[in-house]
């Protein structure tokens, strides 16, 4: 049975993950703030969902942020943290900026509905951290806002990437502790699961939904090492790279499939000159600078797309 107290339009934001490549999705979200008349978009949007660096982007939103502050923050740590060596510093770094900007908050502080996305390791399936009982499928009454866990936590669990980071192990509400990793490797693109909880928990209609999908943008990958030995140490992160690409095309393509009939805005453009190449690792400042503006100039290309369905 449809809820009569449902708004009459959902609006859904879904942020990918895609480590550095954030910026972005950054320059694309500065231009959709301002078209929407420079109000916060947790104000703007009834659902955010975000993977990894969709993740920290996601839950700021959610709690209020500008898009602009957002983007300080990323030039003031992003580069630094991916320049760092070896998982245990990168995560290291990673935990110590959490705490930093979220310190003890929890998913009751977050202003709309939120889906931060990770991976349990041992179970091989989906945990995503909601704010709001409305968004559960089904045990409503022992439902507890990002299942009791801090924000910081689960932001740094759908940002562990590994192996560029380590895993997390979270205590969740019951006591119980679970293993977790990267939100990429289940849905990088985090899309479907955002519908999903639009059509099936909050009982809207697909005519109802408005969705705004967010890449990272496809770029070439950086030059290879030859030399035989490097090969070997960074096969799994070459791995990893191309694992989350697959699983971005994959969702993207099933969510055109599944619900086409869905008001629906993907922006994630393909860049494919040298110049371009990047990886979720990428801290050049340089490049990151230039991945923001690529994000801005791919929002012009649906300007008139997205005026038209968040009307």
Not at 111 to 125: D, N, Q, S
């Amino acid at each position: 049975m449809e809820n009569e107290l449902a708004p009459k339009i959902c609006r859904i934001l879904s942020l990918d993950g895609g480590g550095a490549k954030g910026f972005y999705t950054l320059g694309v979200l500065n231009q959709l703030e301002a078209l929407l008349g420079k109000q916060p978009l947790s104000g703007q949007f009834d659902l955010i969902f975000g993977t990894s660096t969709g993740a920290i982007i996601a839950s700021l939103l959610a709690l209020g942020k500008s898009v602009s502050e957002i983007h300080e923050l990323y030039k003031n740590y992003v580069p630094h943290i991916m320049a760092l060596s070896g998982a245990n510093a990168k995560s290291a770094a990673l935990e110590k900026l959490a705490v930093e900007v979220y310190g003890e908050l929890k998913f009751d502080s977050i202003k709309t509905g939120v889906g931060i996305v990770a991976t349990r390791w041992m179970e091989e399936k989906p945990m995503i951290f909601k704010s709001d009982v409305n968004q559960a499928h089904g045990s409503h009454s022992t439902f507890v806002p990002g299942f009791g866990c801090k924000i910081a936590d689960a932001v740094v669990a759908s940002c562990s990437a590994y192996p560029i980071f380590n895993r997390k192990v979270l205590t969740i509400k019951d006591g119980s502790q679970v293993e977790l990793l990267d939100g990429g490797y289940c849905a990088n693109n985090p899309t479907l699961y955002a519908i999903a909880d639009a059509v099936q928990a909050l009982n809207m209609r697909r005519d109802q939904l408005r969705v705004v999908s967010i890449g990272v943008g496809n770029y070439p990958e950086p030059p290879k090492y030859w030399h035989n030995w490097v090969i070997s140490k960074f096969f799994l992160v070459q791995l990893l790279h191309k694992t989350l690409g697959v699983n971005t095309h994959s969702m993207e393509q099933l969510a055109f499939i599944l619900f086409k009939d869905v008001p629906m805005v993907r922006i994630n453009d393909v860049y494919s000159t040298p110049d371009m190449a990047a990886d979720l690792t990428e801290h050049n400042m340089k490049k990151l600078n230039l991945l923001y503006q690529r994000g801005e100039e791919s929002f012009g290309k649906h300007e008139n797309e997205l005026k038209k369905l968040l009307a």
